[in-house]
């Protein structure tokens, strides 16, 4: 441990990287395809021996700010890492390059799930290769909550701190203070390698458990273990293509729909307990508006199906009884489909497609985007703006009408209250703002290439969001100027695309995962005096 902890962080994650190399080889040496298998053995041994070596170069080294070197590592692992993880992918698929590759692999590993490929065309490996990635990318986050952002007072921790202790200039609220950058503070490395013997049993323990159920719900092997991984990391990638319930039916959608669940409130992972704006589960700020915004959106969408039911006058012509299970199977679809884009997953449930066919109408799609512009909890997998800061906004914007009403009233809610109403509305809102002008920005890049404009925007969001299957969820008007190579699926919305839109979509996902006031921390005057 001594020794890991006086490297720089980037290395370890290169050689973890490495090491998962060998879980795609043993899988393709199992279905013999020795070619496959060979690519990512021989590329495991070259970055694990790679890295030992710039690890023995740079172990003296004296590492400079503590807070640089923590927002660069996380900035270079969702950037540069995904290099050395596209090498084997790409020679396994010779005819995508190694930019396809890259852009696949930043996909995974910012969780995004957006996908190049077509799932009958891509090999099992590459499936296998891509979960992995998107696992690691999860348990990634999680441990960067606590351990980096958590003492810069960034990703959702500044709502819950006073601007004496957020890190943040109280004049200039995006600038990181100099006090906050550069103090003594707890090893970086210590403190990730901490955080990670406290999450990673919890994370890969819950990946483990819904392997083995949604193998007893009737899944298969690989199938489950994605769904699995996808599902805990909320990266949405799948083998296949299809709704979640296509083998394992609407258990395995309750199995899934339960572990979404942690990717709403951090307080179902260790650590982060600062965070916690409640001592009772039942008074989770988080978790009471997932499940107002849950419950809506299902009750919405139920009324939209039964009403346009009514109109066209199908009920008539078929059963009360087959009506109200066709009623129940919406009202479950809608949920699952509400939790799963809040979550910033992006899977749908076998009972989407029955409920658009029962009543006739298309999918919501600008509803789905919005979900998974809400996105789930602070600290947690889920990306999205995050409802904590929603929480504050409502607040806020609740206080204020009260005072219109009672100008001399004193609320209540104690200390956490009060810096949810004041403070945290005034960050929520600043992020708010950013936001929608990081949106702005890459839709209009995006629609330099001759994009259609709805699809540009569609596109910026769930990049932005890292909800890489809402493209698939949405009708778009494909692109067809690039190609990712005889597997690929340019009808999809991703791979049809230029290779300088892809960039900028792939510079989104990052900004999405490493969020707006991050990225502006590492752009500050401060940041870089020393």
Same mark, same amino acid.
């Given at each position: 441990?001594?020794?890991?902890?006086?490297?720089?962080?980037?290395?370890?994650?290169?050689?973890?990287?490495?090491?998962?190399?060998?879980?795609?080889?043993?899988?393709?040496?199992?279905?013999?395809?020795?070619?496959?298998?060979?690519?990512?053995?021989?590329?495991?041994?070259?970055?694990?021996?790679?890295?030992?070596?710039?690890?023995? @170069?740079?172990?003296?080294?004296?590492?400079?700010?503590?807070?640089?070197?923590?927002?660069?590592?996380?900035?270079?692992?969702? @950037?540069?890492?995904?290099?050395?993880?596209?090498?084997?992918?790409?020679?396994?698929?010779?005819? =995508?390059?190694?930019?396809?590759?890259?852009?696949?692999?930043?996909?995974?590993?910012?969780?995004?799930?957006?996908?190049?490929?077509?799932?009958?065309?891509?090999?099992?490996?590459?499936?296998? !290769?891509?979960?992995?990635?998107?696992?690691?990318?999860?348990?990634?986050?999680?441990?960067?909550?606590?351990?980096?952002?958590?003492?810069?007072?960034?990703?959702?921790? %500044?709502?819950?701190?006073?601007?004496?202790?957020?890190?943040?200039?109280?004049?200039?609220?995006?600038?990181?203070?100099?006090?906050?950058?550069?103090?003594?503070?707890?090893?970086?490395?210590?403190?990730? !390698?901490?955080?990670?013997?406290?999450? *990673?049993?919890?994370?890969?323990?819950?990946?483990?458990?819904?392997?083995?159920?949604?193998?007893?719900?009737?899944?298969?092997?690989?199938?489950?273990?994605?769904?699995?991984?996808?599902?805990?990391?909320?990266?949405?990638?799948?083998?296949?293509?299809?709704?979640?319930?296509?083998?394992?039916?609407?258990?395995?959608?309750?199995?899934?729909?339960?572990?979404?669940?942690?990717?709403?409130? /951090?307080?179902?992972?260790?650590?982060?307990?600062?965070? /916690? @704006?409640?001592?009772?589960?039942?008074?989770?700020?988080?978790?009471?508006?997932?499940?107002?915004?849950?419950?809506?959106?299902?009750?919405?969408?139920?009324?939209?199906?039964?009403?346009?039911?009514?109109?066209?006058?199908?009920?008539?012509?078929?059963?009360?009884?087959?009506?109200?299970? /066709?009623?129940?199977?919406? *009202?479950?679809?809608?949920?699952?489909?509400?939790?799963?884009?809040?979550?910033?997953?992006?899977?749908?449930?076998?009972?989407? %497609?029955?409920?658009?066919?029962?009543?006739?109408?298309?999918?919501?799609? $600008?509803? $789905?985007?919005?979900?998974?512009?809400?996105?789930?909890?602070?600290?947690?997998?889920?990306?999205?703006?995050?409802?904590?800061?929603?929480?504050?906004?409502?607040?806020?914007?609740?206080? %204020?009408?009260?005072?219109?009403?009672?100008?001399?009233?004193?609320?209540?809610?104690?200390?956490?209250?009060?810096?949810?109403?004041?403070?945290?509305?005034?960050?929520?809102?600043?992020?708010?703002?950013?936001?929608?002008?990081?949106?702005?920005?890459?839709?209009?890049?995006?629609?330099?290439? /001759?994009?259609?404009?709805?699809?540009?925007?569609?596109?910026?969001?769930?990049?932005?969001?890292?909800?890489?299957?809402?493209?698939?969820?949405?009708?778009?008007?494909?692109?067809?100027?690039?190609?990712?190579?005889?597997?690929?699926?340019? !009808?999809?919305? !991703?791979?049809?695309?230029?290779?300088? =839109?892809?960039?900028?979509?792939?510079?989104?996902?990052?900004?999405?995962?490493?969020?707006?006031?991050?990225?502006?921390?590492?752009?500050?005057?401060?940041?870089?005096?020393?």
């Amino acid at each position: 441990m001594a020794v890991l902890i006086r490297l720089p962080l980037i290395l370890p994650i290169a050689f973890i990287g490495a090491l998962a190399m060998l879980v795609p080889a043993a899988y393709a040496l199992t279905l013999d395809q020795h070619a496959i298998a060979r690519n990512f053995f021989y590329a495991s041994l070259l970055f694990m021996t790679l890295t030992g070596m710039v690890a023995l @170069a740079v172990q003296g080294n004296r590492r400079g700010s503590v807070a640089r070197g923590n927002l660069l590592t996380m900035a270079a692992a969702m @950037a540069l890492v995904p290099v050395m993880l596209a090498v084997p992918f790409a020679a396994s698929q010779p005819d =995508t390059g190694l930019f396809n590759a890259w852009w696949e692999m930043v996909s995974s590993l910012t969780t995004t799930g957006a996908t190049l490929y077509s799932a009958d065309l891509l090999p099992a490996p590459l499936h296998l !290769w891509r979960a992995v990635v998107g696992w690691l990318g999860g348990l990634f986050i999680l441990i960067a909550a606590i351990a980096i952002l958590a003492p810069l007072r960034l990703g959702g921790f %500044e709502l819950m701190a006073s601007p004496q202790d957020q890190g943040l200039d109280v004049d200039h609220r995006v600038r990181l203070s100099s006090a906050a950058l550069h103090a003594p503070r707890i090893d970086p490395s210590l403190r990730v !390698w901490r955080a990670a013997e406290t999450v *990673a049993p919890v994370y890969a323990a819950l990946t483990l458990a819904l392997w083995v159920l949604l193998l007893l719900a009737g899944d298969d092997a690989l199938l489950a273990l994605c769904r699995a991984m996808g599902t805990l990391a909320t990266s949405g990638i799948t083998p296949v293509s299809g709704p979640v319930g296509q083998t394992s039916g609407i258990i395995g959608e309750m199995l899934v729909f339960l572990f979404l669940i942690p990717a709403l409130s /951090r307080r179902f992972w260790p650590g982060g307990g600062e965070l /916690r @704006a409640s001592e009772r589960m039942h008074d989770d700020p988080e978790l009471r508006i997932a499940a107002g915004v849950v419950v809506a959106v299902a009750v919405v969408l139920l009324a939209r199906h039964f009403i346009a039911v009514i109109e066209t006058g199908a009920a008539d012509e078929r059963s009360l009884l087959a009506d109200l299970a /066709r009623a129940a199977g919406a *009202a479950w679809g809608a949920m699952f489909n509400a939790l799963s884009f809040l979550t910033t997953t992006g899977w749908n449930s076998v009972q989407w %497609e029955g409920a658009r066919t029962w009543s006739g109408l298309t999918a919501p799609g $600008l509803m $789905l985007a919005g979900l998974a512009m809400f996105g789930g909890g602070v600290a947690t997998t889920a990306g999205g703006v995050k409802l904590l800061r929603v929480y504050a906004l409502a607040r806020h914007g609740e206080r %204020e009408m009260q005072r219109i009403i009672h100008p001399r009233s004193v609320a209540g809610g104690g200390r956490m209250g009060r810096q949810l109403r004041g403070e945290g509305a005034y960050l929520a809102f600043l992020f708010f703002m950013l936001f929608a002008i990081s949106i702005a920005v890459v839709v209009a890049l995006v629609s330099m290439q /001759r994009i259609e404009f709805d699809t540009a925007t569609i596109l910026s969001i769930a990049a932005l969001t890292n909800t890489g299957p809402l493209a698939g969820a949405i009708p778009l008007t494909p692109a067809f100027e690039g190609t990712a190579g005889i597997a690929s699926a340019p !009808w999809s919305g !991703w791979s049809g695309l230029a290779p300088a =839109t892809k960039a900028v979509l792939a510079g989104a996902m990052i900004i999405g995962r490493l969020e707006t006031l991050a990225v502006l921390a590492l752009l500050t005057p401060d940041f870089w005096r020393r």
